[in-house]
């Protein structure tokens, strides 16, 4: 079946260690997002790619990293520098960004710093 | 720049009609979509409104009017499985969300 698949479900990350969360789609899709959700909020964006090598930084993304080698992959790296890292992460896909459409999310991870 | 304001919480019973509004400012704007989230679980899609007016799917109705910048996600016949967290969001570019309304429906 088609979808977004995110991994793993729960992380538990020392203070100071970087951590790399997966996020993979078999929609073809061309755009994918990362989305960071913090307990009774909404979702802020992280970072986004409309196409394979070329990703643009959202509202929050100070402290993350991502790449898009591959169209169905946008893994997301949680450095050192994001100083409040526990957060639950969504990464979700659509058709693209340039006409309005539906995302599909995954099921999210669930990163705690301890 | 793009805002999105709903009220952060709502209170029903089962059975009743509850309305979530949504007002909105945004540069460039493609209607506007809604999202059901339980807790822990990850956003689905609910409906989506390109023109003014009402759409209805089943017990859920979404409304816009973009003259106003505004629109609302109507919920029928409530149910105990409803308890959710909706959020409003312009399908398009980022897809920006708001903070989202938490809903409490109550026996």
């Known amino acids: 079946d088609g979808g977004i698949t995110q991994s793993p479900k729960y992380l538990f990350r020392k203070e100071g260690q970087n951590v790399t969360l997966s996020c993979e789609q078999n929609?073809?899709?061309?755009?994918m997002y990362w989305y960071r959700q913090d307990p009774g909020q909404g979702l802020r964006l992280i970072y986004y790619?409309?196409?394979?090598?070329?990703?643009q930084k959202g509202d929050i993304a100070e402290g993350y990293s991502v790449s898009r080698e591959k169209k169905e992959s946008f893994p997301l790296t949680v450095t050192s520098a994001q100083k409040n890292p526990t957060a639950f992460y969504l990464c979700?896909?659509?058709?693209?960004?340039?006409?309005?459409?539906?995302?599909?999310f995954g099921e999210g991870s669930r990163l705690t710093v301890l | 720049g793009q805002s999105l304001e709903q009220p952060s919480e709502v209170t029903a019973v089962e059975g009743a009609i509850v309305q979530i509004n949504c007002t909105y400012q945004t540069s460039g704007f493609y209607g506007l979509s809604w999202y059901q989230q339980h807790d822990g679980g990850a956003p689905t899609f609910l409906s989506y409104n390109a023109l003014d007016g009402l759409e209805e799917t089943g017990r859920f109705s979404s409304f816009l009017s973009r003259s106003d910048s505004y629109g609302y996600l109507l919920l029928q016949e409530l149910q105990m499985k409803d308890s959710a967290s909706y959020f409003c969001?312009?399908?398009?570019?980022?897809?920006?969300f708001g903070s989202g309304t938490k809903l409490n429906v109550k026996p």
């Open positions: 790619s409309q196409i394979v090598n070329d990703f």
């Open positions: 969001a312009p399908p398009f570019n980022k897809f920006y």
């Open positions: 929609l073809n899709h061309d755009a």
């Open positions: 979700a896909s659509s058709i693209g960004t340039g006409v309005p459409g539906e995302l599909f």
